[in-house]
């Protein structure tokens, strides 16, 4: 069954360095998420993707936050000045129309 | 705002008998409910989705129902195993979505532990 894959599986960052989360979505997907999981609390949505452009997001997603599909497999997910509060797993998600979100098994963020 | 609790942060119980979790939400009348399971380090996996107008919905030992005068849907799984320790996640569409696709906003979760 294809998965969505995300790299790296961890990352460590020292507070202040931006940080590029990696995602290949499910090839025949067209809608995109980010969302993210602190350690013992609940998964929170961040943004979502369509046809180029960002559909919706939260009140996490500020601007040092911004979401990028370079090329026909990748989504990433830039942090660009990492704070300690940022330190979490983070989850890429994708799906194709009426059908439910497939996640990747994310990429544990740790910021020092 | 709208508000979702599992109010269970954990349950245990021995294998063959029946899970029963509970999700409750406020402020929202979501078109349909999702469950996912999640497994330590592992992103949440999708089980059943069930929508306003279902009442209940079934797959294989797994079976959802859907309240919306409650504002409650409950999740069971019968003859259950071991290997069905992890933790179930509550999930329903945002306030804002625009469409099917939109975001899920998601409960805390009950982790499930089912002793042989």
């Not at chain 2, 929508?51 to 209940?56: A, F, I, T, Y």
Request: with cysteine; aromatic share 10%.
């Amino acid at each position: 069954e294809p998965e969505v894959t995300q790299t790296p599986s961890h990352q460590v960052t020292q507070m202040g360095q931006e940080v590029i989360l990696r995602c290949v979505p499910i090839s025949n997907h067209l809608y995109f998420y980010w969302y993210r999981q602190i350690l013992g609390q609940k998964v929170e949505f961040l943004v979502s993707f369509y046809n180029n452009e960002i559909s919706e997001k939260s009140e996490i997603f500020d601007d040092q936050f911004s979401v990028e599909r370079p090329d026909g497999s990748n989504f990433t997910l830039k942090i660009r000045s990492t704070k300690l509060e940022d330190s979490a797993m983070y989850f890429c998600a994708s799906t194709e129309t009426g059908k439910p979100q497939h996640f990747g098994d994310g990429t544990r963020l740790s910021i020092l | 705002s709208q508000k979702i609790e599992q109010n269970s942060e954990a349950l245990n119980i021995q294998e063959g008998k029946t899970a029963t979790l509970t999700c409750n939400y406020t402020n929202y009348s979501p078109a349909y409910l999702q469950w996912y399971r999640q497994d330590p380090g592992r992103g949440p996996v999708f089980l059943l989705l069930i929508r306003e107008n279902e009442k209940e919905k079934r797959k294989e030992r797994l079976k959802v129902t859907f309240d919306t005068t409650l504002k409650q849907s409950l999740f069971h799984i019968t003859a259950s195993q071991p290997a069905d320790s992890a933790t179930y996640l509550c999930a329903l569409p945002g306030m804002n979505y625009g469409g099917s696709q939109g975001n899920l906003i998601f409960g805390k979760g009950t982790k499930l532990s089912v002793k042989p």
